[in-house]
């Protein structure tokens, strides 16, 4: 298979319309002169391995897989990275020359990055954090919060069966708390990482008791529609150091557009102000 002159990558999801990440991709292809395009893919979950399987032949090097897909492209994928082995996810594609295609992980990467830019100083082994949530974006959040060193991860979800399934994977650093409980864990906490869908545009509101906050808790929402979710603006009236999602989108698509089109991109004001 040759490397196409136009290369084309995007997004897959279902539903996808959401997605900032084609105004993140073409703002860097514009920004760098790079010849590419980046389209977002919404495809239906009965034909999700033949379209990822056809989309090399159509001229794409590489794509990002999003909700609901990134735990199944797991099983389908020719090769998969050690990061997306531990996380049990994949959040990026590449279409290798010989027509194989390899998974990678990349979203650990963008959550920790962007903490780091968001809440300088901020350090995993500074105390227990909540985690939201035991979808693949948690998944990718644990794997980087434990490898940094993090001494205690209150993991609820509204379903405990995977909260479990994720303590059960990841060791006893992780204590599974009940849904109904997450209000109550949250005063003692130096992180607090919300990687639900709840808050979104077009979903529910996270109901979760937010009393608990503290001053000097980081609290960041991987969620970006909108850029300030209620538990942000909650967070920032308990005087939090607040972290907003679109950061994680801008820092976990850095490998993979360096990937596909040859240029590790440069990230600064501007580059948010596109996205938005």
């Known amino acids: 298979m040759t490397v196409p002159s136009i290369p084309l990558a995007g997004v897959i999801g279902a539903p996808v319309g959401h997605s900032r990440s084609p105004r993140l991709h073409g703002h860097w292809l514009k920004t760098h002169g790079l010849p590419g395009h980046y ?13 990822l399987r056809m989309l090399p032949k159509l001229g794409f090097v590489g794509v990002n897989i999003t909700i609901p897909y990134k735990e199944r492209v797991i099983e389908i994928a020719d090769l998969v990275s050690d990061r997306a082995t531990l996380i049990g996810a994949a959040n990026t594609i590449i279409f290798r020359a010989d027509g194989r295609i390899h998974a990678d992980n990349t979203d650990g990467y963008g959550f920790i ?17 909540v985690v939201l949530g035991a979808g693949g974006a948690a998944r990718a959040v644990v794997a980087s919060l434990l490898e940094l060193g993090a001494p205690e991860i209150r993991l609820t979800n509204r ?7 994720l303590r059960a994977e990841f060791g006893n650093r992780i204590t599974v708390v009940e849904w109904v409980q997450a209000g109550n864990v949250l005063d003692d906490a130096a992180l607090v990482v919300n990687s639900t869908s709840l808050g979104m545009v077009g979903k529910p509101e996270l109901r979760v008791p937010l ?11 991987l969620v970006y ?27 976990q698509a850095v490998p993979g557009f360096e990937r596909w089109f040859g240029q590790r991109p440069d990230i600064n004001e501007a580059t948010r102000g596109a996205i938005l």
């Open 211 to 221: 009393d608990g906050l503290r001053k000097g808790t980081v609290v960041t929402d």
């Open 159 to 165: 379903t405990r069966l995977r909260a479990d399934a």
């Open 113 to 129: 990055e962007n903490l780091r830019q968001g809440a300088p100083g901020w350090d995993a082994k500074a105390g227990p954090a």
């Open 225 to 251: 529609t909108p850029l300030q979710t209620r538990l942000l603006k909650v967070a920032a009236e308990h005087g939090c150091t607040c972290v907003d999602g679109l950061g994680m989108l801008i820092h």
């Open 39 to 51: 389209v977002p893919l919404e495809i239906a979950a009965d034909v999700f391995e033949d379209a």
